[in-house]
C-alpha cells in the first residue's frame, strides 16, 4: 500500500491521537497567529503615531526665509511643516482690544501709542504651532489655517478680538501696515481660544494675548512691510531616527551657517514606547510557541513511535523502504496541520480586533494615566489577519512537523524487523 494511503488509513484509526494532534496545532497556530496580528498591529500603530504625532524639530536662524523654509519643508522626511513670520498689523473698521491698566506717565489713553497694532503671525499650519499642539489654544469657531490658505487673504483671530468687535467665522475684517494706509481685506476662516489672561499691568496692544491675529505667510509679508525672515520653522518628521537626515538637508539648505535646531521627541516617544513593547512581547510569543510546539509535538510523535514498534517491524519485513515509514508520519502530522492553520485563521477574523484594539489602547493609555498630562489621541488600527501572516503561520506549522517528525524519525532507520518482532513476541 502507498504510504501516503496508509497515513490517510492510520488517521481515521486512529481517531483519539488524531483529536490531540489538531487540538495541539491548533492551539499553536492560533497562539502563532496571534503574535504575528500583534506584531503587524505595532506597527502600524508606530507608523500611525510618526504621522499624527511624530516629531517636531524647530529650526531657527539668521537667514531664514518663507522660500528656504518650504524647501526644508519638501524633504521626503518631513509630513508637516509651519513657518512663522512675527509682524504687526493695524486694524480698520474695527477696534484692537486696549490695556484698562495706567500706562506710563499713569495715562491710560492709547496706552502710547499712535494708534493699537494687532500683533499679526504668518503660518502656514495653524495646528503645529506650540498651542494648538498641545491643545492649550482651541479653536471654537470655523477651522484652523491649513496649507490649502497659502495665498489667500484668510485669518484666525482671537476670540475676546472677535467678541468686542462682533466678528465670527465668515466676515470680513480690512487690515493695513502699521505704516502705510492701503488696506487688505482678509476673510475669518476660525475664531480661537487662548487660555492666557490679560497682564495685570499697562502692556502694548499688540503684545495684549487677545489681539493675536494669525494668517498665511504671504499675507503677513504684504501688510508687515515686507518683511523677509521667518523667526523659526517647525518641521514634524516621522521617527528620531530620521532627525539627522532633516538636519543635514537644513545645514546643505542654510549654508551650513550658525542655526538652532531643536528636537521635541517626548510626545513621540511616550505614545511609541508602549506600542514597541507590544509588538516585542508579540516576537517573543512568537519564538516560545515555535519553539514550544516543536517539543511537545516531537515528543507526542516519539510516544506514538515507540507504541507502533509492531506495525513498522511488519511493515520493514515486507520489505518497505524505511524512509517511505518516515515519510508516512510526516504525511499524519502534516495532514493535521493543514487544517488546524484553516481554524486558526477563521478564529484570528472573530477575535483578533478585539484583542488588539485591547492590548494597544491599553498600552497607549499608560503615559497619560501616569502623568495626567493631555494626550493626542491615535487611534489603534484593527488587528486584521493578513494572507502573509497566515502563510508564516502555515510554514511555521509545516516546519514544526518536519522538525517533530523528522528527528523521532532517526530511529526507526535504525530499526531491524528481526529485533521488534523478537521483543514484541
Not at 174 to 193: K, M
Not at 239 to 253: C, D, G, K, N, T
Not at 311 to 318: A, F, R
Not at 368 to 388: F, H, K
Request: glycine fraction near 12%.
Amino acid at each position: 500500500m502507498n504510504f501516503v494511503k496508509r497515513a490517510g488509513t492510520s488517521l481515521r484509526v486512529r481517531k483519539s491521537r488524531t483529536a490531540a494532534l489538531l487540538g495541539i496545532f491548533l492551539v499553536m497556530c492560533t497562539l502563532l497567529l496571534g503574535g504575528f496580528l500583534l506584531q503587524g498591529a505595532a506597527a502600524r500603530q508606530e507608523a500611525e503615531v510618526g504621522r499624527v504625532i511624530g516629531v517636531d524639530v524647530t529650526v531657527r536662524g539668521e537667514g531664514l526665509t518663507p522660500d528656504l523654509a518650504d524647501r526644508l519643508g519638501s524633504s521626503e522626511v518631513v509630513h508637516r511643516y509651519n513657518p512663522l513670520l512675527r509682524s504687526a498689523a493695524a486694524a480698520s473698521g474695527f477696534s484692537p482690544l486696549e490695556s484698562d491698566k495706567p500706562g506710563p506717565g499713569g495715562t491710560r489713553a492709547k496706552n502710547g501709542e499712535e494708534r493699537p497694532l494687532l500683533a499679526l503671525h504668518g503660518v502656514r499650519d495653524s495646528g503645529l504651532l506650540l498651542p494648538f499642539s498641545y491643545g492649550s489654544a482651541r479653536i471654537t469657531a470655523g477651522r484652523a489655517l491649513t496649507p490649502r490658505d497659502a495665498g489667500r487673504h484668510v485669518a484666525l483671530v482671537e476670540e475676546r478680538l472677535a467678541e468686542r468687535n462682533g466678528l465670527t467665522a465668515g466676515d470680513t475684517v480690512r487690515l493695513r501696515p502699521a505704516d502705510g494706509e492701503r488696506t487688505t481685506s482678509a476673510t475669518i476662516v476660525g475664531v480661537f481660544r487662548d487660555p492666557t489672561p490679560d497682564p495685570a499691568r499697562w502692556t502694548p496692544a499688540r503684545e495684549l494675548p487677545g489681539n493675536t491675529v494669525y494668517a498665511p505667510v504671504s499675507t503677513a509679508q504684504q501688510l508687515g512691510g515686507g518683511t523677509a525672515d521667518v523667526t523659526e520653522a517647525v518641521y514634524r518628521i516621522g521617527s528620531p531616527e530620521q532627525v539627522e537626515h532633516l538636519h543635514a538637508e537644513a545645514e546643505r539648505l542654510l549654508g551650513g551657517g550658525a542655526f538652532e535646531f531643536r528636537v521635541n521627541d517626548k510626545a513621540y516617544l511616550d505614545q511609541v514606547r508602549p506600542v514597541q513593547r507590544v509588538g516585542t512581547f508579540a516576537q517573543l510569543i512568537v519564538w516560545l510557541i515555535a519553539l514550544a510546539g516543536a517539543l511537545v509535538l516531537g515528543l507526542v510523535v516519539l510516544s506514538q513511535t515507540r507504541e507502533r514498534r509492531a506495525e513498522l517491524g511488519v511493515l520493514l519485513s515486507m520489505g518497505e523502504r524505511k524512509w517511505k515509514l518516515v515519510g508516512q508520519h510526516v504525511v499524519e502530522v502534516t495532514a493535521v496541520a493543514l487544517p488546524a492553520v484553516f481554524i486558526a485563521a477563521q478564529i484570528a477574523l472573530a477575535a483578533g480586533p478585539r484583542t488588539g484594539d485591547a492590548l494597544l489602547t491599553g498600552e497607549a493609555d499608560k503615559p497619560a494615566a501616569r502623568t495626567g498630562a493631555p494626550r493626542t489621541t491615535v487611534d489603534p488600527p484593527v488587528a486584521r489577519v493578513e494572507l502573509s501572516d497566515v502563510g508564516r503561520v502555515a510554514g511555521i506549522a509545516l516546519g514544526i512537523s518536519l522538525v517533530a517528525t523528522v528527528v523521532p524519525g532517526i530511529g526507526i532507520l535504525r530499526l531491524h524487523p528481526r529485533s521488534i518482532l523478537t521483543d514484541d513476541a
